[in-house]
């Protein structure tokens, strides 16, 4: 069974950085894709960046373009997203979630954590 633990929210300024983790386990990633998305409250959920476990594949929502990153640690089994210059409007639930490279949509998601910037 697919787990996905994320950690790394909190609470930081506008301008200011955090830096989320998502640990892995139940299979083998390799062939797969993990992604980060992120719901605001009263909106709907939205894709941020997804990275392929193989291989140098990155993809970024244009809002956080030039500002997030997304890389693994494939010995950790572990994606990370470095978030940087974060606005209030980056104010979400922040998830994790897995997907074949050859299938669209993400069958296995974390629970989530929260992340507030205040201006």
């Known amino acids: 069974q697919v787990q996905l633990v994320e950690s790394g929210g909190g609470l930081v300024q506008a301008g200011g950085s955090l830096r989320l983790s998502c640990a892995a386990s139940?299979?083998?990633?390799?062939?797969?894709?993990m992604g980060w998305f992120r719901q605001a409250p009263g909106k709907e959920r939205e894709f941020v960046a997804a990275?392929?476990?193989?291989?140098?594949?990155?993809y970024y929502a244009d809002f956080v373009k030039g500002r997030f990153t997304i890389s693994r640690d494939n010995a950790k089994n572990t994606v990370y997203l470095q978030m940087n210059s974060l606005k209030p409007e980056d104010t979400a639930v922040y998830y994790c979630?897995?997907?074949?490279?050859?299938?669209?949509?993400?069958?296995?998601w974390g629970q989530g954590t929260q992340v507030t910037v205040s201006s």
């Open positions: 139940g299979r083998t990633f390799s062939g797969y894709v």
């Open positions: 990275i392929r476990w193989s291989g140098a594949s990155t």
């Open positions: 979630a897995t997907r074949r490279v050859a299938i669209m949509q993400y069958d296995s």
